[in-house]
């Protein structure tokens, strides 16, 4: 147990909709990642936020939005889903410099 | 993009070492080798990080060569629940604006 909680574990949807993915960090971590992982693609990481502001940013699309919160949780919104969004969403947390980040079990999404 | 290159995939047999080589030879003089690995479709783990000197911990060893543009991982006695993806990452240190960049790693095949 990695101590990042992500919920849901499945999530099943249709085209067009919306979602919200959350993510608890460990205790005391004030960095959350999250990265997308399809088949095809690999771990791409999206973004990151620190103590609740944006950091880094990487292959994220418009469609997709994400906050931390001033507890240091955060949720990622995908919106207007489409086919291809079907994939492995993981989250990562991670306490300071010099440091590992550590990851979540993911949240399975499947859009039909 | 990745700053590395593995082997695509190795086999390795229950109880003997598994070797798991990684060239970067961009790295710049601050960046981190960091070892993850992923095991089916869960999150990935951390395993070890190093900056120039070997390094060893409950998990695996790290050597990384005087010129610091290769590293190898060894996990002394591979069981098989050592079968994963394992990546190879070249960064700076984790909580800065520059997270984690997931190449394709190597999938490494424990046999019994």
């Known amino acids: 147990d990695s101590g990042v909680t992500q919920t849901p574990k499945h999530l099943i949807t249709a085209t067009g909709q919306r979602v919200t993915l959350r993510c608890s960090p460990r205790?005391?971590?004030?960095?959350v990642y999250w990265y997308q992982q399809s088949l095809d693609q690999g771990l791409q990481f999206l973004i990151q936020y620190y103590n609740g502001e944006e950091r880094a940013k990487g292959n994220i699309l418009e469609r997709f939005s994400a906050q931390q919160f001033p507890d240091l949780h955060s949720e990622l919104n995908l919106s207007s889903l489409e086919l291809g969004d079907s994939a492995l969403y993981f989250c990562?947390?991670?306490?300071?410099?010099?440091?590992?980040?550590?990851f979540g079990q993911g949240t399975r999404l499947t859009v039909v | 993009d990745a700053k590395t290159t593995q082997p695509t995939s190795m086999d390795c047999a229950e109880g003997r070492a598994a070797n798991l080589p990684c060239n970067h030879s961009t790295i710049s003089g601050n960046e981190y080798v960091y070892w993850y690995r992923q095991i089916h479709s869960q999150g990935p783990q951390y395993i070890i990080h190093g900056l120039k000197n070997n390094e060893t911990n409950e998990m695996a060893s790290l050597i990384i060569t005087e010129d610091r543009k290769s590293s190898t991982l060894i996990l002394p006695h591979a069981t098989l629940r050592d079968t994963a993806v394992y990546y190879c990452i070249v960064s700076f240190p984790v909580s800065g604006n520059t997270p984690l960049v997931f190449g394709k790693g190597t999938r490494l095949s424990v046999i019994a």
């Open positions: 990562a947390s991670s306490r300071g410099r010099i440091t590992e980040a550590f």
């Open positions: 205790s005391g971590d004030l960095s």
